[in-house]
T-cell receptor
Framework: QKEVEQNSGPLSVPEGAIASLNCTYSDRGSQSFFWYRQYSGKSPELIMSIYSNGDKEDGRFTAQLNKASQYVSLLIRDSQPSDSATYLCAVNRFTGTASKLTFGTGTRLQVTL | DTGVSQNPRHKITKRGQNVTFRCDPISEHNRLYWYRQTLGQGPEFLTYFQNEAQLEKSRLLSDRFSAERPKGSFSTLEIQRTEQGDSAMYLC??????????FGSGTRLTVV
């Protein structure tokens, strides 16, 4: 079982619709959760972080965390063509000596006109 | 805050040559990470520094790979005797404690 799992997509949504991206993780000791956006040929860019169960909203983005189900999601409202990118879910766990992010393989989002 | 800087942006090298990459983190960030990313995959952890101490190395980091962070400032990643399988994007990131990372633009390595 992979530590962080995402559907690779592509997920295609029309402009103006809500895009829903999902991620599951295997380590119950995971403590913090992040969503990164990565355009083709570019490096990942942090867009959302979430640390406790529930929803966290920032502009058009909402991150949702359910630790009991080991599930993290990202909603993008009013999707725009500029949102077309790969979205990486990342999970952080402190091991006593180190704290590092483990990434999923990413979900490719396509926003169509 | 000038962001995380990585040099060079691109490197083409012949198999068997040594290469060295440099990363300059955000100045107030005490943690520095190296990741490797290949096409269609998420970034894979290579190694982690807290200040100047290298606290963790991935099993992916064979003995051909070495990383340093002298004086807890910039870091270098060296790959000796490069192989075609080393071709990838090498990403450096920094953070303040365990908050989200800020990535540099990456160094794309092509081994021919």
């Amino acid at each position: 079982q992979k530590e962080v799992e995402q559907n690779s997509g592509p997920l295609s949504v029309p402009e103006g619709a809500i895009a829903s991206l999902n991620c599951t993780y295997s380590d119950r000791g995971s403590q913090s959760f992040f969503w990164y956006r990565q355009y083709s040929g570019k490096s990942p860019e942090l867009i959302m972080s979430i640390y406790s169960n529930g929803d966290k909203e920032d502009g058009r983005f909402t991150a949702q965390l359910n630790k009991a189900s080991q599930y993290v999601s990202l909603l993008i409202r009013d999707s725009q063509p500029s949102d077309s990118a790969t979205y990486l879910c990342a999970v952080n766990r402190f091991t006593g000596t180190a704290s590092k992010l483990t990434f999923g393989t990413g979900t490719r989002l396509q926003v169509t006109l | 805050d000038t962001g995380v800087s990585q040099n060079p942006r691109h490197k083409i090298t012949k198999r068997g040559q040594n290469v060295t990459f440099r990363c300059d983190p955000i100045s107030e960030h005490n943690r520095l990470y190296w990741y490797r990313q290949t096409l269609g995959q998420g970034p894979e952890f290579l190694t982690y520094f807290q200040n100047e101490a290298q606290l963790e190395k991935s099993r992916l980091l064979s003995d051909r790979f070495s990383a340093e962070r002298p004086k807890g400032s910039f870091s270098t990643l060296e790959i000796q005797r490069t192989e075609q399988g080393d071709s990838a994007m090498y990403l450096c990131a920094s953070s303040r404690y365990s908050f989200g990372y800020t990535f540099g633009s990456g160094t794309r390595l092509t081994v021919v």
